[in-house]
């Protein structure tokens, strides 16, 4: 079992930037994958971006070359970088451990306004 929260969230106006914890109350040194996903209102549940325990990355194309996600494996943190926010990348921002099991944190509010 981890348990997963995140922190980070919050409003801000376009082209602007935010920062995204998700702190696992385990060491998540062997979890294969830790990821981060967003829902929009009326949206389906989205892969925003992911980082495989050898720290290989794969990323959304409508986020690639403005977020970056890393982990920390000493602070059992995972982090995602957002700049150049838009609008469109409103939504709640939840974090996931894969591997082994599935583990999912409460989720974070990001507003982004025009």
């Known amino acids: 079992q981890v348990q997963l929260v995140e922190s980070g969230g919050g409003l801000v106006q376009a082209g602007g930037s935010l920062r995204l914890s998700c702190a696992a109350t385990r060491n998540i040194i062997n979890i294969a994958t830790m990821a981060w996903y967003r829902q929009a209102p009326g949206k389906q549940r989205e892969l925003v971006a992911e980082?495989?325990?050898?720290?290989?990355?794969n990323y959304a194309d409508s986020v690639k070359g403005r977020f970056t996600i890393s982990r920390d494996n000493a602070k059992n943190t995972v982090y995602l970088q957002m700049n150049s926010l838009l609008p469109e990348d409103t939504a709640v921002y939840y974090c996931l451990a894969r591997g082994p099991g599935i583990f999912w944190g409460q989720g974070t509010q990001v507003t982004v306004s025009s």
């Open positions: 980082i495989t325990r050898g720290v290989s990355t």
